[in-house]
């Protein structure tokens, strides 16, 4: 894999992304899974919504990106390129059938456990802790490709190229699909609070 000068200034994780790859098979993917382990099966949870299937995809996951670690060509950023995979079995996930009744059953389990998580901690941490839960939970309930752009860009931190390279589609799409969604998000926000207040 060849580092131009340009590709390091444009890709600051390159140089990592090269040291991984220099690895053993076995040795890359410990370190794959250390440094993005979390990340991975939180952009996987945002998918699936549910913590055992997310723990089944995310071991999906690091199985294919094990297998296919040698056809790793360096156009995006390691980063950008795990997401990819994990992107696209979530999705898979998504449209298998057996699948849906578990997921509404997760969102009424998760829906009734929200209502008391908060109970014993000091007011203000409550509050923001309530706020960024609600956020999240509008975020979660945007169509699928609104919801994966915000998700990977404000969350996941990716630039727009980035998020471009992990969905496979044109930067301008990305920041179509983030106006949209934001849109999407700040009505949904204004109406819940017009529907409370």
């Given at each position: 894999?060849?580092?131009?000068?340009?590709?390091?200034?444009?890709?600051?994780?390159?140089e990592?992304?090269?040291k991984i790859l220099q690895?053993?098979p076995n040795?890359a993917?410990?370190?794959?899974?250390?440094?993005?382990?979390?990340?991975?099966?939180?952009?996987?949870?945002?998918?699936?919504?549910?913590t055992s299937?997310?723990?089944d995809?995310?071991?999906?996951?690091?199985v294919t990106i094990?297998?296919k670690?040698?056809?790793?060509?360096?156009?995006?950023?390691?980063?950008?390129w795990?997401?990819?995979i994990?992107?696209?079995?979530s999705?898979?996930?998504?449209r298998?059938?057996?699948?849906?009744?578990?997921?509404?059953?997760?969102?009424?389990?998760?829906?009734s456990?929200t209502?008391?998580?908060?109970?014993d901690?000091?007011?203000d941490?409550?509050?923001?802790?309530?706020?960024?839960n609600?956020?999240?939970?509008q975020?979660?309930?945007?169509?699928?490709?609104?919801?994966e752009?915000l998700v990977?860009?404000?969350?996941?931190?990716l630039?727009?190229?980035?998020?471009g390279?992990a969905?496979?589609?044109?930067?301008?799409?990305?920041?179509?699909?983030?106006t949209?969604?934001?849109?999407?998000?700040k009505?949904?926000?204004?109406?819940?609070?017009?529907n409370n207040g």
């Amino acid at each position: 894999m060849k580092v131009g000068h340009l590709q390091v200034v444009q890709s600051p994780y390159q140089e990592q992304d090269l040291k991984i790859l220099q690895l053993n098979p076995n040795q890359a993917i410990e370190v794959i899974m250390d440094t993005y382990g979390d990340e991975i099966k939180r952009l996987i949870f945002t998918y699936v919504k549910n913590t055992s299937d997310t723990d089944d995809v995310t071991q999906e996951v690091f199985v294919t990106i094990y297998r296919k670690l040698g056809t790793f060509q360096g156009r995006s950023s390691l980063k950008s390129w795990l997401y990819s995979i994990a992107i696209n079995k979530s999705k898979d996930y998504l449209r298998s059938w057996q699948n849906r009744n578990s997921r509404l059953k997760e969102k009424l389990s998760l829906f009734s456990k929200t209502v008391n998580t908060d109970s014993d901690t000091p007011e203000d941490v409550a509050v923001k802790q309530n706020e960024s839960n609600q956020l999240l939970k509008q975020v979660l309930s945007l169509p699928i490709k609104y919801r994966e752009v915000l998700v990977l860009h404000y969350f996941k931190e990716l630039s727009t190229k980035e998020v471009g390279d992990a969905l496979h589609i044109k930067e301008a799409t990305v920041r179509t699909r983030l106006t949209r969604g934001r849109e999407l998000l700040k009505t949904i926000l204004e109406e819940r609070g017009v529907n409370n207040g």
